[in-house]
Structures are given as C-alpha cells and as structure tokens.
C-alpha cells in the first residue's frame, strides 16, 4: 500500500472505482481531484461521487479523462469477463495510469455489511497480470 500511496502523489485527478463509503484514498493528505465510482455505498468524502456500475465508466467520463483510474479491492468482486471489460475501460479513461490492487490469486469471501457486492467472484495471480502488461509489486 505505501508504494500505491508514494505513486499516487505524482497525479493531479484520480478516478477511485469500487470506492466504497470511505476509500482509504481519502484518509490521505493530497493536492489532487478524487472522483469516486460505487454502485452500493454512497460516499462523502471524495471531490466528485457517482452512484454508479463501475462497468458503466465508459458513459460517464471520456477517454483520458483522469491522470490516474485506480480499483482497490474491486476487480476480485467481478467476473473474470466483468474484469477484463473494466480493466479495457480503465485504461481508455486512463492518461497516464491504471492501478488495480487485489488479493494474489483466488479468496473466498461473502457478502458482509449488508452488501452483496462483497462477494469474491474471481481471483487474479501475479503471473497473470503480467500476461495482462501489468508491472506488478508484492
């Protein structure tokens, strides 16, 4: 996590998908725009926040809309099909960056809070994400 923190103070708009009521993005001191995606949770502590499928980025904002598009605890809650849509998505939004931040590989877990969306519906290895272009740490 101190390696997505040190690289996010590089960007000056961020666009946090799956962020939850309180994304821990935002526990941060910035200098940068957060807009916060979520189809659950509304969330008060972002700059922008849209109650939205996060699969539906491609309506609400244009390609290079964001210096950075980030999914933290996020593309594990989808399908392998629903991952790679959103990932395709991410990066047409993204300028510079994407981040996806995921458990190494599959782990099982229900909903909780009251949120069936916390449900874990796929799982993601490192190799595989490399197989994807991605550089991956951890």
């Not at 690289?7 to 807009?35: A, F, H, N, W």
Request: aromatic share 10%.
């Amino acid at each position: 996590m101190e390696i997505i923190k040190e690289e996010l103070k590089k960007y000056q708009s961020i666009l946090d998908l799956g962020c939850g009521k309180d994304s821990p993005l935002c526990r941060e001191k910035r200098r940068c725009e957060i807009t916060g995606v979520d189809n659950y949770e509304i969330s008060k502590v972002h700059d922008k926040f849209y109650k939205n499928d996060v699969l539906n980025i491609n309506q609400i904002f244009k390609e290079n809309s964001f210096d950075c598009v980030m999914a933290m605890d996020l593309i594990e809650h989808l399908t392998k099909e629903e991952g790679i849509e959103l990932i395709e998505k991410m990066i047409k939004i993204a300028k510079e960056k994407i981040i996806i931040y995921t458990p190494n590989g599959f782990v099982d877990q229900d909903a909780f809070d009251g949120n069936p969306n916390q449900i874990h519906k796929s799982g993601w290895d490192y190799k595989e994400m490399q197989n994807l272009g991605f550089k991956v740490w951890g």
